[in-house]
């Protein structure tokens, strides 16, 4: 089943609620919550308060994105806010705290997720690929909506889903910057099943139809 994962970035933070309950309306199964430590990457963006916000808000899947230094600090707080997703990225850390870091996840019952940079070969999470229930591969640099879809990841993410589907096929494979209608046919093709889309949904004028054009 193919899942299209709202942007929250992309959502009016004076409205979110407002914004929220027309993405629900519209046919959102899951919203993509991006967290930016202004470390990581060079921006800042929601935190705990706004995952547990959200989770009052919706029951709605919360597919929490961590792009932030070090998370193995902070992914109880980030769990215990609401998360059902919680992913990490695999250059964030040395290899043995991410792996502590996504044990941990699995730990408070929560789905862990890793993800890749644009410049990180698909080599890098392969040992994590039995713990996650999620991959992310990331389609443009992490840290900035609007981006331009990088089309070369594609032999990336054909690469990790033929390698999940011989170790963990029941992981998701997601998609996140520059997905609008056309790119994520492209992101289909080469393997993907969950699409984050920021930009292009919450300024399509016909949000349901963007969302089921996809997920069909």
């Known amino acids: 089943m193919y899942i299209v994962a709202p942007s929250l970035l992309a959502a009016d933070p004076m409205h ?5 309950k027309m993405l629900e309306s519209a046919g ?23 995952v ?15 792009m932030i230094d070090r998370p193995l600090r902070y992914v109880e707080q980030f ?11 695999v250059e964030a850390d040395t290899p043995e705290n991410i792996e502590k ?8 019952g929560v789905k862990p997720g890793i993800s890749v940079k644009p410049n ?18 990331m389609t443009v640099e992490p840290g900035f909506g609007g981006q331009s879809f990088m089309e070369h990841m594609m032999p990336k993410l054909k690469a990790l889903k033929a390698r999940l589907q011989e170790v963990n096929p029941a992981c998701r494979l997601e998609v ?6 056309t790119t994520a046919q492209i992101c289909k093709q080469s393997g993907a099943d969950v699409f984050v889309a920021g930009s292009a949904c919450l300024k399509a004028p016909d949000k349901k139809a963007f969302i089921e054009a996809i997920e069909a």
């Not at 979110?16 to 929220?20: F, G, I, P, S």
Request: net charge negative.
């Open 16 to 20: 979110m609620e407002r914004d929220v």
């Open 120 to 137: 990180t070969p698909a080599s890098a999470i392969e040992r994590y690929l039995k713990k996650c229930a999620l991959v992310l591969v």
């Open 176 to 181: 996140d910057g520059g997905v609008d209608m």
């Open 52 to 66: 547990s916000s959200l989770r009052k808000t919706t029951d709605r899947v919360l597919d929490v994105h961590l």
């Open 101 to 108: 870091t996504l044990d941990k996840i699995a730990e408070m």
């Open 28 to 50: 959102a199964k899951w919203f993509h919550v991006d967290v930016m430590d202004g470390q990581f990457v060079p921006n800042f963006s929601f935190g705990y308060s706004t």
């Open 79 to 89: 769990c215990k806010a609401g998360s059902d997703y919680l992913t990490v990225h």
